[in-house]
Nanobody
Framework: QAQLVQSGGGSVHSGGSLRLSCAASGFSLNYWSIGWFRQAPGKEREVLACISHGDGPTYYADSNMGRFTVSRDNAKHTTYLQMDSLLPEDTAVYYC?????????????????????WGQGSQVTVSS
């Protein structure tokens, strides 16, 4: 069964850093684009970034303010979301998702329906 398995997350103080991992199980992640999203209580799920297969484009949402970085390790079939300078407003459940296209679209990378598989979610809590 194809699925994405997330790890990482937890609680940090404001200004701290965390790294989330997203690994594929039952399929190869290497030929899929991967999106990262988050959902805070009472809010809609919002896109943070999308990283393409190979040398394709990577897009970041403006809300990240340059604090988040996505990467992938094809040898490990894993992608990562590095989060630095975390703020209390970054508190949310974070998700990775495998896109239906190998390449991120600047138009659609924030559209939930463009992603086929979702990770289980990782809680990130930032205290002041």
């Amino acid at each position: 069964q194809a699925q994405l398995v997330q790890s990482g997350g937890g609680s940090v103080h404001s200004g701290g850093s965390l790294r989330l991992s997203c690994a594929a199980s039952g399929f190869s992640l290497n030929y899929w684009s991967i999106g990262w999203f988050r959902q805070a209580p009472g809010k809609e799920r919002e896109v943070l970034a999308c990283i393409s297969h190979g040398d394709g484009p990577t897009y970041y949402a403006d809300s990240n303010m340059g604090r988040f970085t996505v990467s992938r390790d094809n040898a490990k079939h894993t992608t990562y979301l590095q989060m630095d300078s975390l703020l209390p407003e970054d508190t949310a459940v974070y998700y990775c998702a495998a896109g239906t296209s190998a390449y991120c679209s600047i138009t659609y990378y924030g559209t939930l329906e463009k992603y086929a598989y979702w990770g289980q979610g990782s809680q990130v809590t930032v205290s002041s």
